[in-house]
């Protein structure tokens, strides 16, 4: 199930230029990848780390839900953006991530409550680039962990975040009977290739391949990601239905699965349409919606994202901004999420 090419952490830049010329969606690579707990620098400790965020972004969505099922609410602060980047109106120009708790939302009609100011660095900044900026980098995508007590940025890369957030719960200050996402020990060897591997595949195929479906300009990229998407659903389908595991790797909630949820969690309500991923719904995938209903009921999940955001984000960078009412059956989303019999 591995590719030899792209990874669960980053996609290929072979030939970017070309690739992205010819209309291809092709996705860039995390600058920062400095690991909590690695060195001298960023020691594990509660109350020191900082997310910024944007609840309709799925990178985001995974480390929320990270810091959600791992209990480290209490422990590393968060502020969430607007779903909606700026547009050519705004005096710093447009496709900007940024901080406006008083915006109202058009989905809503008022601000949306989620929505935070800058509260990390103590300059209470607008955009998400002028974070990058006190860095000296150009870079401007979400998440970014930070520490508050150097004013430095840890890591912009989701799968490192979460894989340290994992393995550092405790130390950072994790409250509860919390999973273990990446089980250590000699013992766990087989466990951890088995996560390792789902995490290629999914990233590939599913993670970034919606995105290779819904962004890329080329018929060719769009039909080989579309192709590749909903086989690689068949196939989880499979391994689920093989015993009747509760999740991909068996017994327990791993990393395998935190990292796919993001994206099944939009699919129905947002992919469905705006990816253009119209060969069916996770809906049609009884063991996948099953999966889907019972992550969905693990403490902290529901709470870790919003498909106003998810709506708004998407679908208000269309053209004409509007965003689609449904789907309305066999119910609303997310209530549907609370209902695994819908599939049976």
């Known amino acids: 199930m591995t590719n030899a090419i792209d990874t669960s952490k980053e996609e290929s830049q072979q030939d970017v230029a070309k690739r992205r010329a010819s209309g291809e969606f092709v996705r860039g690579v995390s600058k920062f990848r400095d690991v909590i707990g690695e060195s001298e620098d960023f020691p594990a400790e509660p109350g020191r780390y900082h997310l910024f965020v944007a609840l309709n972004c799925p990178w985001c969505h995974r480390v929320t839900l990270a810091r959600e099922v791992l209990g480290l609410t209490h422990s590393v602060s968060l502020d969430i953006a607007y779903p909606n980047r700026t547009d050519e109106d705004d005096p710093a120009g447009s496709n900007f991530w940024h901080f406006a708790p008083d915006k109202a939302s ?4 008022e601000p949306l409550p989620e929505c935070t100011e800058e509260t990390a660095t103590e300059q209470n900044l607008r955009l998400v680039p002028e974070i990058y900026a006190l860095e000296g980098s150009e870079e401007r995508s979400v998440p970014i962990l930070y520490d508050k007590k150097t004013k430095r940025i840890v890591s912009n890369e989701s799968s490192e975040i979460v894989r340290m957030f994992g393995l550092q719960a405790d130390a950072l200050g994790a409250e509860g009977d919390v999973p273990d996402l990446y089980p250590q020990g000699d013992e766990n060897a087989a466990l951890r290739s088995e996560i390792d591997e789902l995490n290629d595949y999914v990233y590939v195929h599913i993670n970034n391949g919606s995105y290779k479906a819904g962004f890329s300009s080329d018929q060719s990229v769009y039909d080989s990601a579309f192709e590749k998407y909903f086989a690689a659903l068949g196939e989880l389908e499979t391994r689920l239905a093989s015993d009747d595991r509760p999740f991909l790797t068996g017994d327990r909630f791993t990393e395998a699965d935190l990292r796919l949820f993001p994206t099944l969690f939009r699919h129905d309500p947002v992919y469905y349409v705006r990816m253009k991923l119209n060969g069916a719904r ?3 995938y009884p063991h996948l919606w099953r999966w889907l209903c019972r992550v969905y009921a693990l403490p902290g999940v529901a709470e870790s994202g919003s498909l106003i955001h998810c709506r708004q984000g998407y679908f208000g960078r269309t053209w004409n ?22 599939a049976e």
């Not at 901004?321 to 819908?342: D, F, K, Q, V």
């Open 321 to 342: 901004r509007t965003i689609p009412a449904g789907p309305m059956r066999p119910m609303s989303y997310p209530e549907a999420y609370r209902h695994p019999t819908l």
């Open 282 to 284: 996770v809906l049609d």
């Open 106 to 109: 058009p989905l809503t009609g």
